[in-house]
């Protein structure tokens, strides 16, 4: 018996499907990473944010598909890592555009819906490249227009759309040349019908599906958590809930989300067309869930008691006494400043480096390990600050930081588009606090243009790029994102990254070394640069960063 109606329930079971689907094969997606280095995140940033959408989906409940793909669009929106993740919750974000108003739909409204995703996918990307996940979504959306006007049937619909989106997807490394080089189609694309074959296989079923969440994997040591006192946590409970209103006004969340400023911290308050998501921690969970039932009904209800959390923690070690009663700790409040800064940098040497300069909030992340857009949020709202600048330092952030900027309302973001640490440590420098945030923005902007970023990592895999031919575990040199030195040691591969990178107008070298080289490593090579160029200044510190050896900035 053919489907030829989707409900919410049913839309819901698809997109937990999908997410699963994708999740069971995240490594592959992350393994057709262009470059051979390990940085190659694809498939766990899509993962993370469908997740995000389908846990949203999974708790809703509803028979309306307008609410379900609301719900997820606002999760999948506030989950993504990435360029592939913000590009996926734009998908999401347009195909529930689409569906507005709808309770069940068909072929007809699922193609119009997927068109409707996909323009704004590409509103979302400044410069759309073709031979990419927007490539293959559009190809999906073309496949499905024609489609609706052949069948009613979704099954055969959804089949149709995969058999041609892999028809697209095979066509993606003539579109973009780097793919040919690498010899791999777009990851992103095979991600996107990763979730299609997910939902496809879940179509027919009438047993409920759940979500599979990635396994957390406890550390070893406990010794850290040990020493946080359940008193530094300021308030004890993360409260999290929908209120269900339609169309809420600016003002209203403007008023709720000044009140809950006076309970807790760590707010998070996103309104749409009928839901308002609220995050906050707070002593007094009570009185935010009084303070919303005033505006509207509750739904999707989380609680957790932070300090038990700690504490079982702790105890799953075994050796960690039971907490006792804590008292209740008052919030100190910030005072408020012009401008203040976010960036996102990995080990404890760039962080110190990044304190030292002004920098309010330093995320853990980088590469392999994308914040979230609700990650940046979240820093955000620590800072008490009009304007605040976020320096994403990794080119597959920039649109994170993007869309965090869209959604913050209460404080004006200025999103620099720096592309490595380096870039970030450049415009920190611009830091003036009498320059007026504007003319600071366009400050930090220019100086990042002269900064050339050369990096050392090493190969993961396999393979040939260009006239290179890689072999796992070679060194490989990067200067602004592009191989340009394969070595077999790390040493000789700087060194000769180095030659590629210092041109005659270079007056500063910088090296930060990382967890795996040591300080007589990077002696040696600040003893090499003087000797080579000694017009020069050398500059070395430990930047503690995992996975690159050295991180150089050549200005």
Do not use: W
């Not at 409970?237 to 309970?263: M, R």
């Amino acid at each position: 018996m053919s489907i030829t109606t989707l409900n919410g329930l049913r839309l819901s079971r698809m997109m937990i499907a999908g997410a699963n689907e994708l999740t069971q094969n995240k490594e592959l997606v992350d393994a057709m990473n262009v470059f051979p280095v390990p940085d190659g995140d694809t498939g766990t940033n899509m993962s993370l944010t469908v997740l995000a959408a389908a846990r949203e989906a999974e708790k809703n409940g509803t028979l309306r598909v307008d609410e379900i793909s609301k719900v997820a669009a606002n999760g999948a929106l506030r989950g993504a890592r990435g360029n592939s993740g913000v590009i996926t919750s734009q998908l999401f974000r347009g195909f529930s555009k689409g569906l507005e108003g709808l309770d069940e739909v068909g072929v007809k409204e699922l193609a119009e819906a997927a068109e409707q995703g996909v323009k704004t996918a590409y509103k979302a990307v400044m410069k759309p490249k073709e031979g990419t996940i927007l490539t293959v979504a559009r190809g999906c959306a073309e496949a499905a227009a024609k489609l609706a006007e052949e069948t009613d049937d979704i099954e055969v619909f959804l089949k149709g759309i995969l058999e041609y989106g892999h028809q697209v997807l095979q066509k993606t490394p003539d579109m973009l040349p780097v793919l040919k080089q690498a010899g791999v189609v777009d990851a992103g694309g095979r991600g996107l019908l990763y979730i299609l074959e997910g939902a496809l296989k879940q179509l027919g079923g009438d047993v409920p599906v759940t979500l599979a969440e990635p396994q957390k994997t406890e550390p070893s040591d406990f010794a850290f958590l040990a020493s946080v006192e359940n008193e530094s946590i300021t308030f004890g409970y993360c409260t999290e809930f929908f209120i269900n209103v339609n169309q809420p006004d600016d003002a209203t969340v403007q008023q709720l989300k000044s009140y809950l400023g006076t309970i807790g911290d760590s707010i998070v308050c996103v309104s749409d067309d009928e839901i308002i998501k609220i995050h906050v921690h707070t002593d007094h969970p009570g009185l935010a869930l009084e303070k919303a039932l005033s505006i509207g009904s509750l739904s999707g209800l989380k609680i957790d008691n932070m300090r038990e959390q700690h504490t079982n923690k702790i105890n799953f070690a075994g050796n960690a006494p039971q907490a006792a009663p804590v008292a209740e700790v008052p919030k100190t409040e910030q005072p408020k400043k012009a401008v203040g800064f976010v960036s996102i940098s990995a080990g404890e040497g760039l962080t110190k480096i990044f304190k030292n300069l002004g920098v309010d909030e330093v995320i853990e992340g980088g590469q392999t390990m994308n914040p979230s857009t609700e990650d940046i949020l979240n820093a955000v709202n620590k800072i008490n600050a009009e304007h605040i600048f976020i320096l994403p330092n990794n080119k597959n952030i920039i649109l994170a930081a993007e869309q965090a900027a869209a959604l913050c309302e209460e404080k004006t973001l200025h999103v620099i588009p720096t592309r490595s640490v380096p870039e970030g440590i450049s415009a920190m420098f611009c830091f003036e606090e009498d320059t007026a945030p504007e003319d600071m923005e366009e400050e930090m902007k220019e100086a990042i243009q002269a900064v050339d970023t050369a990096t050392v990592t090493f190969a993961v895999r396999d393979t040939s790029f260009g006239d290179k031919e890689i072999k796992e575990g070679n060194i490989l040199g990067m200067l602004n994102d592009e191989i340009a030195v394969v070595s077999a040691d790390v040493q000789e591969g700087t060194k000769e990254l180095l030659k590629s990178s210092v041109t005659e107008d270079s007056e500063v070298i910088s090296i930060y070394y990382g967890t795996d080289v040591t300080e007589e490593d990077a002696a040696e090579i600040a003893a090499f640069i003087e000797e080579e160029y000694p017009d020069c200044e050398v500059e070395v510190q430990s930047g503690g960063q995992p996975l690159y050896y050295y991180i150089i900035s050549v200005e």
